[in-house]
């Protein structure tokens, strides 16, 4: 019997070490230690030894037992941590693999011309105001010094959608707008951007809706040179530290004196180009001392208060300072195009 049990012993042990994972585990468990294991099967047999033999077999039967938990703890114990690291092994991240790009959008270069023109006029005390792009003729033309039938409003070809009611051709009536509300207090000093309308084919120049910037002081003692001083401050400012400008006279309804600004040609430095047309100068804009008729229609007493206003192309400037040859670039979505206005 002592002979038995120590072979099953080793034979069990053996087997225990070879098992290749939890369920043929508990199956060698069952098999020997078991209710009706092969243990508990020699232990039964006891009843037939001599009183000598039985203490001396009981003890070596429960070293057995002792010997075979023990081999199946360990083995347990093996298992489990084969499958833990099977598990990390299948998990594990690859640090060096690229990472998956998150592709982000760019900023609008008309947006950011818009900002920086912002930031400029921020700095120089200015405030934003905005107003509505479906717009009353009232405010349009009437209270700009164009009543109905004036020739000028051929200048700005309009979308009409009443008699009455239209898409802004430019940002200038939310002066109007602006110098009602403040009624009568001074200082004004605004810029509006924003979106206008008019009735053009569009071309390589030309667009039916394109961005304006309108500015707009009014206080007392306000002159031609302060209308100077600010545009000469914002060309720097945009397009260089050694800017000059050049004011021409032109014509504008609301404003009288007016003058065209010129910018001298970023290009050539004035020597004459094809960017300049040979002239060393570039139109950017159009302003002008605001017309005493305006001021009064607005609430203001011309004898008292004077002011200037002008207004820019926003389009005209980003093709200017970007280099771009096609104003329709801007809206035809071109990620191509509009990739190369990346911040970074
Ligand atoms: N509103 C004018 C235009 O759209 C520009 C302008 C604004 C001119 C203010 C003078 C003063 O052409």
């Known amino acids: 019997m002592q002979t038995r049990l120590q072979e099953m012993k080793e034979t069990a042990i053996e087997q225990i070490r070879q098992a290749a994972d939890a369920q043929q585990l508990q199956d060698l468990r069952v098999k020997y230690l078991g209710k009706k294991g092969e243990l508990t099967e020699l232990l039964r047999g006891m009843g037939s030894l ?34 833990l690291s099977a598990k990390l092994a299948s998990q594990s991240i690859d640090v060096t693999l690229p990472g998956r790009p998150i592709p982000t959008g760019t900023m609008h ?25 479906v717009e009353l003729d009232h405010f349009n033309f009437e209270m700009l010094n164009l009543p109905k ?12 959608i009443t008699d009455e009611i239209l898409m802004r051709t430019h940002t200038s009536p939310v ?18 951007p924003g ?15 394109f961005t304006q910037i309108e500015g707009l002081v009014v206080d007392k003692g306000i002159g031609m040179s302060d209308l100077k001083g600010t545009l000469l ?45 040979h002239t060393g100068w570039i139109e950017i804009l159009g302003s002008g001392m605001v017309h005493p ?52």
């Open 50 to 83: 001599s009183a000598e033999e039985r203490p001396v077999v009981g003890q070596l039967v429960n070293e057995v037992r002792g010997a075979l938990e023990a081999a199946f703890a360990a083995k347990q114990d093996e298992l489990e941590q084969a499958l």
């Open 109 to 133: 270069p008309l947006s950011r011309i818009i900002e920086e023109l912002e930031d400029i006029f921020i700095g120089l005390g200015f405030e934003i105001a905005e107003g509505p792009e």
């Open 149 to 160: 039938d004036h020739p000028a409003r051929d200048m700005q070809d309009s979308f009409y």
């Open 175 to 192: 002066q109007a707008r602006t110098m009602l509300k403040k009624g009568g207090k001074t200082p004004v000093k605004i810029i509006c």
């Open 195 to 209: 979106k206008v309308y008019r009735r053009d084919d569009d071309d390589a120049t030309h667009s039916h809706q």
């Open 233 to 277: 401050s914002f060309a720097r400012q945009m397009f260089g530290e050694n800017q000059q400008i050049r004011l021409r006279p032109s014509f504008f309804p609301f404003t009288e004196p007016s003058a065209e600004v010129d910018l001298q040609c970023f290009n050539c430095g004035g020597s004459g180009c094809r960017v300049c047309k």
């Open 293 to 344: 008729r305006v001021l009064e229609m607005a609430g203001y007493d011309p004898q008292e208060v004077s002011g200037f206003a002008f207004g820019m192309g926003v389009e005209r400037i980003a093709m200017l300072k970007y280099g771009v040859e096609d104003i329709r670039h801007f809206y035809t979505n071109d990620v191509r195009f509009l990739r190369q206005f990346n911040r970074g």
